[in-house]
């Protein structure tokens, strides 16, 4: 059994009511609990509340693999009865689990709070990437259109021309760069088709996007950045539109991973559901961060005849350009926030490979959406970008430190010597 927290367009179109339901993996619905309408962070802390079986207030880690099945004789539903009954499979207590491979309680509590966030029924997987080849093994497309994006969903799949029963697939904002797309627009293109809309929104978590609300089918996350946050987790998430067709998906997708064993670990569901208490604030304090290293960086670089030596000067003498995930469109997208990831490019390889060496704040890593600011030369790990090319993950620092971190860097290399 699951449980899964779906939420609903009610009279009002701002908001949202929160129905708690008993859905067998193969069944739909068939009780709803009605709650009153609660906020990102009240939902991050108490959607998972109905599975509370112990007192613990921190939810405990369990590392069963195999569960007892119930001791009333009456809830022991055999398994081709649940699989053509969804009433019958409903009988069994939304806590009980079988065997880890088909659920256990950890990472059901983990996606019982991602489906609430999200706005559809969610599914863990061991990685982000495993996640996409579930997806992609479920829809079959002949062709996939794929742009700029993570090399690691372009390691996935091939692009080619689109038609009906194909895939777009569609990072916003997009790795490395930041920058944002028009989600509503590619709905637009692949409907038109008659192909799938799947929106990659890693880079911008529950609070900063809502794919849904724009026309995506289906929505990625690589659960690694910031629904773990703390750079310690391992995970990729499928959220289903809550219709008939995504609950069918759903279900499939359930099979699938129940035979391909795809599922997400004890512990990194644990930390996960940990992570997640946090994923707002910390969010929304990435996002305020980087709005406003970019529009320090922006400022210095639009400065005019800057005095030598002068943090204008020093920016303007090693930086090229910045890439973020900005504009006046994006605002409606977008209403809480940008994306905290942007990059910078040098003005020469040099100086890219020089600059994390010079900072004390960022730490030269690859990854992202962690609580510590991260800076990757990304040419280390992605063979596809502008060598001089720097993506930055902010975290939660005090921002006017890794302003200071980064003056102290630009000034460093200003006076650098050439080769």
Same mark, same amino acid.
């Given at each position: 059994?699951?449980?899964?927290?779906?939420?609903?367009?009610?009279?009002?179109?701002?908001?949202?009511?929160?129905?708690?339901?008993?859905?067998?993996?193969?069944?739909?619905?068939?009780?709803?609990?009605?709650?009153?309408?609660?906020?990102?962070?009240?939902?991050?802390?108490?959607?998972?509340?109905?599975?509370?079986?112990?007192?613990?207030?921190?939810?405990?880690?369990?590392?069963?693999?195999?569960?007892?099945?119930?001791?009333?004789?009456?809830?022991?539903?055999?398994?081709?009865?649940?699989?053509?009954?969804?009433?019958?499979?409903?009988?069994?207590?939304?806590?009980?689990?079988?065997?880890?491979?088909?659920?256990?309680?950890?990472?059901?509590?983990?996606?019982?709070?991602?489906?609430?966030?999200?706005?559809?029924?969610?599914?863990?997987?061991?990685?982000?990437?495993?996640?996409?080849?579930?997806?992609?093994?479920?829809?079959?497309?002949?062709?996939?259109?794929?742009?700029?994006?993570?090399?690691?969903?372009?390691?996935?799949?091939?692009?080619?021309?689109? @038609?009906?029963?194909?895939?777009?697939?569609?990072e916003t904002p997009v790795n490395p760069?930041?920058?944002?797309?028009?989600?509503?627009?590619? $709905? @637009?293109?692949?409907?038109?088709?008659?192909?799938?809309?799947?929106?990659?929104?890693?880079?911008?978590?529950?609070?900063?996007?809502?794919?849904?609300?724009?026309?995506?089918?289906?929505?990625?996350?690589?659960?690694?950045?910031?629904?773990? @946050?703390?750079?310690?987790?391992?995970?990729?998430?499928?959220?289903?539109?809550?219709?008939?067709?995504?609950?069918?998906?759903?279900?499939?997708?359930?099979?699938?991973?129940?035979?391909?064993?795809?599922?997400?670990?004890?512990?990194?569901?644990?930390?996960?559901?940990?992570s997640l208490r946090t994923l707002e604030?910390?969010?929304?304090?990435?996002?305020?961060?980087?709005?406003?290293?970019?529009?320090?960086?922006?400022?210095?670089?639009?400065?005019?005849?800057?005095?030598?030596?002068?943090v204008e000067a020093n920016v303007q003498?090693?930086?090229?350009?910045?890439? $973020?995930?900005?504009?006046?469109?994006?605002?409606?997208?977008?209403?809480?926030?940008?994306?905290?990831?942007?990059?910078?490019?040098?003005?020469?390889?040099?100086?890219?490979?020089?600059?994390?060496?010079?900072?004390?704040?960022?730490?030269?890593?690859?990854?992202? @959406?962690?609580?510590?600011?991260?800076?990757?030369?990304?040419?280390?790990?992605?063979?596809?970008?502008?060598?001089?090319?720097?993506?930055?993950?902010?975290?939660?620092?005090?921002?006017?430190?890794?302003?200071?971190?980064?003056?102290? $860097?630009?000034?460093?290399? $200003?006076?650098?010597?050439?080769?």
């Open positions: 059994m699951s449980i899964i927290i779906t939420i609903i367009p009610s009279i009002t179109p701002l908001h949202y009511i929160t129905f708690i339901s008993m859905v067998s993996p193969f069944g739909l619905p068939r009780t709803t609990i009605t709650m009153a309408h609660p906020g990102t962070s009240t939902r991050s802390l108490h959607a998972d509340d109905v599975l509370n079986i112990v007192s613990d207030v921190a939810p405990p880690l369990h590392v069963a693999t195999t569960f007892r099945y119930p001791s009333d004789p009456n809830l022991l539903v055999p398994a081709a009865d649940a699989d053509a009954d969804a009433d019958a499979a409903a009988t069994t207590s939304p806590t009980s689990h079988i065997y880890s491979r088909m659920s256990a309680p950890t990472p059901t509590r983990y996606e019982t709070i991602l489906s609430s966030l999200l706005h559809g029924h969610a599914l863990s997987y061991s990685s982000g990437l495993s996640a996409l080849h579930a997806l992609l093994t479920l829809l079959n497309p002949r062709s996939i259109s794929i742009g700029e994006g993570y090399h690691g969903c372009h390691g996935s799949c091939a692009p080619e021309d689109l @038609g009906p029963g194909d895939v777009i697939l569609l760069k930041g920058t944002a797309f028009d989600i509503e627009y590619f $709905a @637009g293109k692949a409907h038109a088709r008659g192909a799938v809309l799947v929106v990659d929104g890693t880079f911008a978590p529950p609070g900063l996007q809502e794919p849904f609300a724009f026309g995506a089918d289906v929505v990625l996350h690589l659960g690694t950045k910031y629904f773990g @946050g703390h750079s310690d987790l391992l995970s990729g998430v499928l959220v289903c539109r809550d219709d008939d067709v995504g609950r069918g998906w759903y279900r499939q997708l359930f099979e699938d991973r129940v035979f391909l064993g795809s599922v997400m670990g004890n512990m990194e569901a644990w930390l996960g559901v940990r604030v910390r969010v929304q304090r990435q996002s305020g961060n980087a709005a406003r290293l970019v529009e320090w960086l922006d400022s210095a670089l639009r400065a005019e005849g800057p005095v030598a030596g002068s003498a090693v930086l090229e350009e910045y890439s $973020a995930g900005w504009g006046e469109w994006l605002r409606r997208q977008m209403p809480n926030g940008f994306g905290p990831v942007f990059a910078i490019t040098m003005r020469t390889e040099r100086l890219a490979r020089f600059l994390p060496g010079k900072l004390h704040f960022f730490q030269h890593a690859t990854s992202l @959406g962690g609580v510590e600011s991260l800076i990757e030369w990304r040419t280390l790990s992605d063979r596809m970008v502008d060598r001089r090319l720097l993506r930055i993950s902010v975290g939660l620092e005090n921002w006017e430190d890794l302003r200071a971190d980064l003056e102290g $860097a630009f000034a460093e290399l $200003a006076v650098m010597p050439e080769e």
